[in-house]
């Protein structure tokens, strides 16, 4: 499941390094979706990894990389930045139109 959408992803299938969300767009292989990401850990990282990650929420190439578990269900992404999302959408589309 994205993390920032909460749309869902066939369990167990691995996450490319350059994959999006389909619903939202936003990077899927990103700090913020993964089982080792601790906030307030070195580089907010619980494993040994060779160089910092400044953003979070933008794709990377780690090799430790790993899915958290707590992303495996739909729905459990970040209601607030969805709508926020969404709000913005219909903002641009009438603005213009669509």
Known sequence: ???YCGEAIPAGRAIGFSETCASCGKDMHVCAMCSFYLPGAHWDCRETVDAQVPDKEKRN???WFSP???YGKAGAG???ARSAADSAKSA????FGR
């Open 78 to 80: 970040r209601p607030d």
């Open 61 to 63: 190439f780690c090799e």
């Open 92 to 95: 641009f589309d009438s603005l």
């Open 1 to 3: 499941m994205c993390y």
């Open 68 to 70: 958290d578990p707590r």
